[in-house]
């Protein structure tokens, strides 16, 4: 039998509202343990009567829709909870429910992943490839909230004027900003090596390639050893990432600890140089026995490095405040300023070549070099560093970094950040013992051989040149690789990290393996005609020391690449015995050149020796990596890329040798000459590889040549 029904209850005879008492009258059915379940939850019953549908209600059949039995009336859940399927029919009496108001600190907190309800949609995948770069108004995800108001005749909101339409801006986002920050910093470094080239060759012209420009060459690298060895290792490599995860974690944004690490560096530098300062007659002795025998040689090295040795100061300072504009986003600053420095060096030695003339047509030695000059070359050093420090001041300023010294150092983390730094600064120790030997053996050789082109400058410009290849090339490849190698190894998947080194093994040997060939068939004609300046004879002797480095930039670039799998790992004690391995071997075939071969040739030996150690060291790390992924490198796929490739540029390198030295006899060894015979060596260097490399088929090389025309929209 139907339970009775009224549905005017609270209204008037006419069905014209009656205003609501107080205190309403009770309802006799709420005894009724069918009625008193079935409306207990009713939202309207006491608040928008007008909202039911009489009509609905009148003939409504309970028979047919019984409502539930007492008691088993769910309770409503919780806010944006899809609510379980009920067992029974919906209530036809209550319909267009309007729905509760968002909380006032917004959906988000509610949702999954911090995404905000009023913004997200979802796309499809053509939608993401086609509209990615459509800049569209956000839309109202609620507003078919109120269409069942709208559609009862309840008064809609009314609508708030609608904002003034922001104006176009380019997409920026994360990947957009780390692209911009990576292009910023590549063009930087490029530009500096640029420049810093440019520089070597105006300190070559300027002081020759005999004992003179050994001097200068010695009291200019013997800062940045000695900053190395002190400080700049663990800074590098402890000091940075302690000072990225204070900026991000401290409350004043790491700004303490920055002022803490700088005044401590500070410190640290400035009893540091005036140590140097005070000892520069030992330092001069300890990297050559040959020039402080020499009275002349060393008091002009003796005062080139007391001049130069300030610059260990503002080379400490500007890594530290580059980090700290690293930290803040600023990632331009740290890469742009030492071109100011190359320029500034550059002005003052083309000074000297403007007042003296060249090395080859003032004759000029350590005995002839005047005061003035020297005076001059080592304001001109000094100052370059000097405003290449002070350059990241703007940009500090410009992020809100205000320097305050701080001399509370003690219970911050500075004494353990010391401790973590043991293994790197050792890795360096073990580097620059095998640097401080081969420069004592060079200048030996140079000053005993009595030519130009046979002593430790030689060498040094010699491996300017030949290194360029690998910082461009190696170390952009792996710069994409690194952050994939490092994911891989922290999430112990040894394949992945298998097949990302052999990807940067391959990748990079496309242009490495054919670089180091045409170094060995080119290396003449590229020194005579950057280092003619200096002398014919010296930039010769520099030429053949750069074709004895040529092969060797093969085991340099895969030592590079294998190393960054034990950094993946965090694992630095084993690239330290590898840096030991290789520090010992290249300093035991050095000074076995040193006594066997002739004193013109000796450097020579040297150059080849250093890519015979990165061989042997390469060995070794291999061996150490494979049975770190647990023996499996593909080493089968990496050695056939590389006997291929090699296979391609050894007839390339012999027609491009033979091809430069008929040019060269003919038009001599001059400007000329010797650029002809760069020129068309190189280009029947590059057809003949890439014939060879074609009928070989070389995938890595195809792939390459398919990325630079896509690059360049063919």
């Not at 088993?72 to 609510?83: A, D, S």
């Not at 590549?186 to 105006?202: H, I, K, N, Q």
């Amino acid at each position: 039998m139907n339970a009775p029904y009224d549905g005017d209850r609270g209204q008037g005879a006419g069905g014209g509202q009656v205003p609501p008492s107080p205190q309403p009258a009770p309802d006799p059915y709420t005894q009724d343990p069918y009625v008193q379940d079935a409306y207990a939850h009713d939202p309207f019953q006491a608040q928008d009567l007008a909202a039911q549908d009489p009509i609905a209600e009148a003939v409504y059949d309970r028979s047919a829709h019984p409502p539930p039995p007492p008691g088993t009336y769910q309770e409503p859940q919780p806010l944006y909870q899809q609510p379980p399927a009920s067992p029974y029919a919906p209530d036809p009496r209550i319909w267009a429910q309007t729905p509760p108001p968002e909380p006032d600190d917004g959906p988000s907190r509610r949702l999954p992943y911090g995404d905000d309800a009023r913004t997200t949609q979802f796309t499809g995948v053509d939608d993401l490839v086609t509209q990615a770069s459509e800049e569209k108004p956000e839309t109202d995800a609620f507003a078919h909230l109120f269409r069942d108001q709208q559609a009862s005749g309840a008064p809609a909101p009314e609508p708030e004027p609608a904002p003034a339409p922001p104006a176009p801006k380019k997409p920026a986002g994360r990947a957009s900003g780390l692209l911009k920050s990576s292009a910023v910093m590549a063009a930087g470094t490029l530009v500096s090596r640029l420049t810093g080239f440019v520089r070597s060759l105006v300190i070559t012209a300027a002081l020759g390639a005999a004992l003179l420009g050994d001097v200068f060459t010695i009291a200019y690298t013997l800062p940045t050893m000695i900053y190395i060895l002190t400080v700049g290792g663990g800074l590098n490599s402890v000091f940075v990432p302690q000072l990225v995860r204070a900026m991000k974690n401290d409350e004043d944004g790491g700004e303490a600890y920055a002022n803490r690490l700088l005044t401590l560096v500070m410190v640290a530098l400035g009893v540091i140089v005036a140590a140097a300062v005070f000892a520069a007659p030992f330092l001069i002795r300890l990297m050559s026995d040959t020039i402080a025998n020499d009275q002349a040689a060393n008091s002009v090295a003796v005062t080139f490095a007391r001049y130069c040795l300030p610059t260990i100061f503002f080379m400490g300072v500007h890594v530290v405040m580059g980090q700290i504009l690293n930290a803040r986003g600023k990632f331009g600053a740290m890469m742009w300023t030492p071109v100011l420095n190359n320029i500034v060096m550059i002005t003052t030695f083309g000074l000297f070549i403007w007042v003296y003339g060249t090395a080859a047509e003032s004759q000029m030695g350590v005995q002839t070099i005047p005061p003035e000059g020297v005076r001059l070359l080592g304001i001109g050093t000094l100052l370059g560093l000097v405003v290449q420090a002070l350059a990241m001041i703007p940009y500090l300023r410009e992020t809100g970094f205000r320097f305050r010294p701080r001399f509370d150092w003690k219970g911050h983390g500075l004494g353990k950040t010391v401790k973590l730094a043991k293994w790197t600064v050792l890795f360096v120790l073990a580097n620059q013992a095998g640097v401080l030997v081969v420069t004592q053996l060079a200048t030996a050789a140079g000053a005993a051989s009595g030519r130009e082109g046979a002593g430790f400058i030689a060498y040094a410009n010699a491996q300017l040149i030949w290194g360029m290849p690998q910082a461009i090339i190696t170390v952009s490849v792996m710069a994409a690789l690194l952050p994939r190698i490092s994911r891989a190894a922290h999430d112990n998947d040894p394949g992945a990290v298998r097949d990302d080194i052999s990807q940067g093994l391959r990748n990079s040997a496309v242009a490495i393996v054919p670089v180091a060939f045409a170094f060995l068939a080119l290396g003449v004609p590229m020194s005579t005609l950057l280092f003619a300046s200096s002398g014919l004879e010296g930039a010769k002797g520099m030429g053949f020391i750069l074709m004895a480095f040529g092969l060797g930039l093969i085991p340099y670039s895969v030592q590079y690449v294998v190393l960054r799998g034990f950094y993946a790992y965090e694992d630095t004690r084993t690239p330290f015995y590898n840096t030991v391995i290789v520090a010992g071997v290249n300093a035991g075939a050095s000074a076995v050149c040193y006594a066997v071969l002739p004193a013109r040739w000796a450097v020579v030996g040297m150059a080849a020796s250093y890519g015979l150690a990165y061989a042997v060291g390469v060995g070794i790390a291999w061996r150490r990596l494979k049975n770190r992924l647990g023996g499996d490198l593909d080493g089968a796929h990496v050695m056939r890329t590389y006997a291929r490739l090699s296979m391609a540029s050894v007839p390339a390198a012999a027609v491009a040798g033979a091809i430069a030295f008929g040019v060269m006899k003919v038009l001599g060894s001059g400007a000329a000459g010797s650029l002809a015979a760069l020129v068309v060596g190189g280009i029947a260097l590059l057809g003949v590889f890439l014939f060879a490399a074609k009928r070989m088929r070389i995938e890595e090389l195809n792939a390459m040549v398919g990325m630079v025309r896509g690059r360049l929209g063919r």
